[in-house]
């Protein structure tokens, strides 16, 4: 079975034939038949042949660019990758590189626990890149070995680590692009040597270059309803709206809650506004919007009260109900107004004009609510055939004649919307000449936005019964609702945990007796001081009973942007779903949970052990330092919407992106030739070339090779309390390393590394 020709057992073997034998050792050993490999890019194939095994551990040391082209292949075809420990992490420079950002998981600042959470996430994850906090023993490598194989994950770190299939270091670094003063960092050449477990050695050279402009994938965004060929009809159809309208509906709860005896003209006032009236106050020339002052004026016997939004609410659930009742999937627009689609009352009540009246009949037992209905093509047009119906009346606008409705109407209808499309725009158009919304409606779509921004394209959108918007019906909340009141009250954490723990189970049980899972959870906590907090949690798949209790501990603990941490003995906890989801969406497949579950379920263990915001994941923002463009959203949470991602941006940084960008920037040295700390001067010019410099920490200083700027990050410059000014530069030290620096009034910093 085995040779042992030429080998004598009493002395032991040459040293030159040590790497032989070892190679013909390694050769001899069994080696799994389903061993699988993740890809890696052509430019590491030479180092690394077949790709990166899968329940093996490499090492790379001292270069974030190198394990971003070890993640490149396997991220691009689909990867899970975690990264832990690496705060530093360039997100441009890894969407430069490739990289799925969707699929990139970061665990900042793992601690003491750096080890158990590498373990939880090579559950589930591909890839795990880890920078050890600690030394790593022989025992735990190996425990962690075991678990890696069973997994089939594949672990790099960035430092020391025990059995190593394989150790990347950059030997030698060269950049282009940069002299004396001028010129920008374009390319990097590097001298990458690989070492095998059994001592072997190879290297190659590694090009870093600028990226293309095709390299990265835009993600495609989805706005407005999906064009079907040949449904124009079904979108329309899902589109027409029924609108309930109760006029002056501030008014009515106020007379409901005793607040008004009703003998005189009533106003309600909301930061020295009028934000509601009567008829009678009306009639004698009281509007919304006036001032205070200006309204008592106009109408010396009115009566004045501070608005109350909540009471408002409270008071026009009992009439949500009831049309819940006669018509699901109601969509609260604010108190006093509520639309819902059309189609299936329609459908049947026998018509639109029959549902109109059976709601109608449902809501006549209030005589002080006065309803109307209006109903039209868009949820706008149905609002102002509302208004237009009379009392206790419907308005019906034929299909298709939405636009010739609203082109009659005046623009300050416009004033009616809860948003920057409103007071502003409508006395505008007013001194503009455009009195009416068919006037408005009349002019080119692309003008418009070209003059008034994205709030006039709306409002012009809405003028015209072209904004294409349909009512989606609110959540189910209070049948779901549950909670729990603590006597006497709680102050400990495990303690309100335990006791909530019955409450999650039947809040998901009575969902999934719906067929229905929630996606997003509102929790609300009553402290005994009066004191009230609420959070609004997602969650990348659904709720289960454990995942409500962990979100109700992070946000006693003050975790996830809750307002404050718990200062209070806790009286009362209450749940509701925000947002649910029909559960066939959410059923387990044939052979189990996907690799999105696993990820998600060894995620969420890890926020259990760090806390919510410890597990983000990331995406790229607007902004002109680096760090701002960096968007590190927790686990579960969804994505900011960053409208200003693509704009220019003057002063932000090109490519290629540094991989390691600090945050806060480093304090570092930096000298010119006679040993004075250069500055730039009010005319942009600097005081002295660079000559040495003095990375983060160091003590000595290194010659400076090459540097260019100064380019100026100007920001905020018509703000006297907030403007900054700041110069970038970019300096490649005698050593290799190149560097991001900034100078400011604070002296120099260093942004970020090319390492």
């Known amino acids: 079975m085995f040779e042992y020709t030429g080998m004598s057992l009493a002395a032991a073997p040459p040293v030159h034939r040590v790497g032989e034998l070892r190679s013909r050792i390694e050769g001899m050993q069994s080696r799994r038949l389903d061993e699988r490999r993740l890809p890696v890019s052509e430019v590491l194939a030479p180092l690394l042949p077949g790709g990166l095994r899968c329940g093996a551990a490499y090492r790379v040391e001292g270069s974030n660019s190198l394990l971003m082209a070890m993640l490149e292949r396997a991220s691009a075809t689909g990867s899970w990758c975690a990264v832990v420990g690496v705060p530093e992490l360039g997100v441009e420079a890894a969407a430069d590189f490739g990289l799925d950002l969707d699929r990139l998981v970061l665990v900042p600042d793992p601690g003491r626990h750096w080890l158990g959470v590498v373990a939880s996430l090579a559950d589930a994850v591909s890839v795990v890149a880890v920078r050890p906090s600690g030394t790593v023993g022989e025992a735990d490598a190996a425990r962690l070995a075991a678990r890696l194989r069973r997994h089939d994950c594949v672990l790099i770190a960035l430092g020391a680590w025990p059995q190593a299939e394989a150790a990347l270091r950059v030997r030698e670094s060269s950049w282009r692009g940069l002299d004396a003063g001028h010129g920008r960092l374009t390319e990097r050449v590097a001298r990458v040597e690989v070492t095998g477990r059994a001592g072997r050695g190879r290297a190659t050279l590694l090009r870093f270059a600028r990226p293309r402009a095709a390299g990265r994938r835009p993600r495609a965004v989805r706005r407005g309803p999906r064009r079907v060929r040949g449904g124009g009809e079904l979108m329309a159809s899902l589109s027409r709206t029924i609108a309930v309208w109760c006029p002056d509906w501030p008014v009515t709860a106020a007379l409901r809650a005793g607040r008004a005896d009703g003998t005189r003209p009533l106003a309600l006032v909301d930061r020295g506004l009028v934000h509601a009236c009567d008829d009678r106050a009306r009639a004698a020339g009281v509007r919304r919007g006036l001032r205070a002052r200006e309204a008592q004026a106009r109408c010396p016997e009115l009566a004045l009260l501070p608005h109350d939004e909540a009471l408002d609410a409270r008071f026009f659930e009992p009439v949500?109900?009831?049309?819940?009742?006669?018509?699901?999937?109601?969509?609260?627009?604010?108190?006093?107004?509520?639309?819902?689609?059309?189609?299936?009352?329609?459908?049947?009540?026998?018509?639109?004009?029959?549902?109109?009246?059976?709601?109608?009949?449902?809501?006549?037992?209030?005589?002080?609510?006065?309803?109307?209905?209006?109903?039209?093509?868009?949820?706008?047009?149905?609002?102002?055939?509302?208004?237009?119906?009379?009392?206790?009346?419907?308005?019906?606008?034929?299909?298709?004649?939405?636009?010739?409705?609203?082109?009659?109407?005046?623009?300050?209808?416009?004033?009616?919307?809860?948003?920057?499309?409103?007071?502003?725009?409508?006395?505008?158009?007013?001194?503009?000449?455009?009195?009416?919304?068919?006037?408005?409606?009349?002019?080119?779509?692309?003008?418009?936005?070209?003059?008034?921004?994205?709030?006039?394209?709306?409002?012009?959108?809405?003028?015209?019964?072209?904004?294409?918007?349909?009512?989606?019906?609110?959540?189910?909340?209070?049948?779901?609702?549950?909670?729990?009141?603590?006597?006497?009250?709680?102050?400990?954490?495990?303690?309100?945990?335990?006791?909530?723990?019955?409450?999650?189970?039947?809040?998901?049980?009575?969902?999934?007796?719906?067929?229905?899972?929630?996606?997003?959870?509102?929790?609300?906590?009553?402290?005994?001081?009066?004191?009230?907090?609420?959070?609004?949690?997602?969650?990348?798949?659904?709720?289960?009973?454990?995942?409500?209790?962990?979100?109700?501990?992070?946000?006693?603990?003050?975790?996830?942007?809750?307002?404050?941490?718990?200062?209070?003995?806790?009286?009362?906890?209450?749940?509701?779903?925000?947002?649910?989801?029909?559960?066939?969406?959410?059923?387990?497949?044939?052979?189990?949970?996907?690799?999105?579950?696993?990820?998600?379920?060894?995620?969420?263990?890890?926020?259990?052990?760090?806390?919510?915001?410890?597990?983000?994941?990331?995406?790229?923002?607007?902004?002109?330092?680096?760090?701002?463009?960096?968007?590190?959203?927790?686990?579960?949470?969804?994505?900011?919407?960053?409208?200003?991602?693509?704009?220019?941006?003057?002063?932000?940084?090109?490519?290629?992106?540094?991989?390691?960008?600090?945050?806060?920037?480093?304090?570092?040295?930096?000298?010119?030739?006679?040993?004075?700390?250069?500055?730039?001067?009010?005319?942009?010019?600097?005081?002295?070339?660079?000559?040495?410099?003095?990375?983060?920490?160091?003590?000595?200083?290194?010659?400076?090779?090459?540097?260019?700027?100064?380019?100026?990050?100007?920001?905020?410059?018509?703000?006297?309390?907030?403007?900054?000014?700041?110069?970038?530069?970019?300096?490649?030290?005698?050593?290799?390393?190149?560097?991001?620096?900034?100078?400011?009034?604070?002296?120099?910093?260093?942004?970020?590394?090319?390492?």
Not at 578 to 590: I, R
Request: one cysteine or more; hydrophobic letters at 45%; charged letters at 25%.
């Open 320 to 755: 949500v109900e009831t049309i819940e009742r006669r018509a699901p999937g109601v969509h609260l627009v604010r108190p006093g107004l509520c639309a819902m689609r059309a189609r299936g009352p329609a459908r049947y009540y026998g018509g639109e004009e029959a549902a109109a009246r059976v709601l109608l009949e449902a809501l006549g037992s209030a005589e002080d609510s006065d309803p109307r209905i209006g109903i039209a093509d868009t949820p706008f047009a149905a609002q102002q055939a509302a208004r237009a119906a009379g009392a206790g009346g419907v308005l019906r606008i034929p299909e298709g004649e939405a636009a010739g409705f609203l082109a009659g109407l005046p623009v300050e209808v416009l004033d009616s919307l809860e948003s920057p499309d409103g007071t502003e725009l409508a006395p505008l158009l007013r001194r503009l000449g455009l009195p009416t919304l068919g006037a408005f409606a009349a002019l080119p779509a692309v003008q418009v936005r070209e003059r008034f921004g994205q709030a006039g394209a709306r409002a012009h959108a809405l003028a015209g019964a072209r904004d294409g918007e349909r009512v989606v019906p609110d959540p189910p909340g209070e049948e779901f609702e549950r909670a729990i009141e603590f006597e006497p009250a709680l102050d400990r954490t495990d303690q309100i945990a335990f006791a909530f723990r019955g409450v999650a189970d039947d809040f998901v049980a009575a969902l999934l007796a719906a067929k229905l899972v929630c996606t997003t959870v509102r929790v609300t906590v009553r402290e005994e001081s009066g004191g009230v907090r609420e959070r609004n949690w997602l969650h990348p798949r659904w709720f289960t009973a454990a995942d409500i209790v962990d979100r109700l501990r992070w946000q006693l603990e003050g975790a996830g942007g809750a307002q404050h941490a718990s200062t209070s003995s806790v009286v009362a906890v209450r749940i509701a779903p925000e947002s649910v989801d029909a559960v066939a969406h959410h059923e387990t497949g044939l052979w189990g949970g996907g690799p999105d579950e696993r990820v998600h379920h060894a995620l969420s263990r890890v926020q259990s052990l760090l806390g919510h915001e410890a597990v983000v994941t990331a995406s790229l923002g607007g902004g002109r330092l680096l760090a701002e463009r960096r968007r590190l959203v927790p686990w579960g949470e969804a994505p900011p919407r960053d409208a200003a991602t693509d704009r220019p941006w003057p002063g932000s940084l090109p490519p290629p992106h540094p991989a390691s960008v600090f945050s806060p920037p480093l304090d570092v040295v930096v000298l010119d030739g006679k040993g004075a700390v250069p500055r730039v001067d009010a005319r942009g010019s600097l005081t002295g070339e660079p000559a040495r410099f003095g990375r983060p920490g160091a003590i000595a200083t290194v010659p400076v090779a090459a540097w260019a700027g100064p380019w100026p990050v100007r920001e905020r410059w018509w703000d006297a309390a907030r403007a900054s000014e700041q110069h970038r530069f970019q300096l490649l030290a005698d050593s290799g390393d190149a560097w991001l620096l900034l100078c400011g009034a604070d002296g120099w910093r260093a942004e970020a590394r090319y390492d």
